[in-house]
């Protein structure tokens, strides 16, 4: 199981620990993020899911469920690094996309590429 590595990532919202890396039950590494994906924080964004992705983990979890914006930079972050992760030999999934960032995710046709359910009824 990989060690949690606690990171915040500027711009992405104004507390400490607006991102976070955390295992899931299953050992994968999850990427918990708050606030805004913008193209203010999209780079760093960007070498936050590097960093998961190179630690070798066969699955990479992007937990969106504290994100009420994402901008085309964002997207654009999630898609290199799906598939950065795709070359490892690895997936990258994205959960709790709610909202306006699911809307996002449907009008750009992202959904069925980051594994993202159907809302529950």
Excluded: C, W, Y
Aim: charged share 15%; proline share 7%.
């Amino acid at each position: 199981m990989l060690p949690p590595i606690h990171a915040s990532i500027p711009g992405m919202d104004s507390k400490p620990g607006a991102a976070r890396f955390d295992p899931a039950p299953d050992g994968s590494p999850v990427l918990e993020v708050h606030g805004e994906i913008d193209v203010a924080a999209a780079g760093e964004f960007s070498d936050a899911l590097t960093a998961l992705i190179d630690t070798g983990a066969p699955l990479i979890v992007v937990d969106l469920a504290g994100v009420g914006f994402i901008d085309s930079s964002g997207l654009g972050a999630l898609v290199v690094a799906s598939q950065h992760a795709e070359t490892t030999g690895a997936a990258l999934t994205v959960r709790n996309a709610e909202g306006a960032v699911r809307r996002v995710f449907e009008v750009t046709g992202l959904l069925d590429t980051f594994g993202i359910d159907s809302p529950q009824s």
